[in-house]
Every structure is written in structure tokens, then in C-alpha cells.
């Protein structure tokens, strides 16, 4: 009779490919990571650009309103002093 010699069955499929997964999966976050960072720059440059052109829009109406009411204190003024010079 021939003796078989059997050695314990190892599951090759798992430890084989356990580090090229663990590497993907380290890689896949930080990509992810780096697409996030990416983004939230994008976005804070955006705001910030929103920001900026909204600010001087409103400089520019806070100036226009300024000069308007100027305008409408100094036409009140000459009204009076017309009005007080027909008297």
C-alpha cells in the first residue's frame, strides 16, 4: 500500500490577494481623501470669490444710495431757502 503524505489545505484565494485588497483599499481612501480636499477648496474659493464680488457690489449701491441721499438733502435745502426768500 502507498502512504499519501496530505498537507493541510490552505486557502491560497485569501492570503494571496489579502494585501493586494488591503493596498486598493489604502489607495481608494486616499484618493477619496484627496478628491474631498479638492473639492473643499474648490468650494472655498468659490464662496470666497462670491463673497468678494457681492461685497463690492454692495460698496458700489451703499455709494450710489450716499450720493442719492446727498442729492435729495441738498435739493430739500435749496427748497427751503426758497421758500424762505419768497417770504
Keep these: 500500500m502507498t502512504e499519501t503524505q496530505t498537507t493541510p489545505a490552505t ?3 485569501t492570503t494571496d490577494t ?3 485588497i488591503e493596498a486598493t483599499v489604502e489607495r481608494t481612501v ?3 481623501v484627496r478628491i474631498g ?3 473643499a477648496v474648490y468650494g472655498l474659493e468659490a464662496g470666497r470669490a462670491s463673497l468678494q464680488a457681492t461685497g463690492e457690489t454692495l460698496k458700489a449701491t451703499s455709494e450710489i444710495l450716499r450720493d442719492l441721499s446727498k442729492r435729495i438733502d441738498d435739493h430739500a435745502a435749496d427748497r427751503r431757502e426758497s ?3 419768497s417770504r
Excluded: I, Q, Y
Design 18 to 20: 489579502r494585501e493586494p
Design 37 to 39: 480636499r479638492l473639492w
Design 83 to 85: 421758500d424762505a426768500v
Design 11 to 13: 486557502d491560497s484565494s
Design 30 to 32: 486616499a484618493s477619496v
